[in-house]
Nanobody, 111 residues
């Protein structure tokens, strides 16, 4: 069993920044995929950014150049630095690790 705890969501104005953090605990194998998905209001869950094997990153096109994912293998944490946020980034952001999900943290981008 794996537990994921997210933090860092909130309300931010367009153009602003937020940093999301996720800490994993439990039975975690050495090789895993960890990252972030999001679910905008009324829409399906979608990939934001993930790290595989600790080194390979994959970003959704709509966040390239604005969001940066970073992972600490030793601490089993993954962060998502989000810059130049737009209203369309409003969503519940979920931490993901090998099929396990966090409870989600709400990010609202609004003036």
């Amino acid at each position: 069993q794996v537990q994921l705890v997210e933090s860092g969501g909130g309300l931010v104005q367009p153009g602003g920044s937020l940093r999301l953090s996720c800490a994993a605990s439990g039975r975690i194998f050495n090789s895993y995929t960890m990252g972030w998905y999001r679910q905008p209001p009324g829409e399906a869950r979608e990939l934001v950014a993930i790290v595989s094997g600790g080194v390979r990153t994959n970003y959704a096109d709509f966040v390239k150049g604005r969001f940066t994912i970073s992972m600490d293998n030793a601490k089993k944490t993954v962060d998502l630095q989000m810059n130049n946020l737009k209203p369309e980034d409003t969503a519940v952001y979920y931490c993901f690790l090998n099929g396990y999900w966090g409870e989600g943290t709400l990010v609202t981008v609004s003036s």
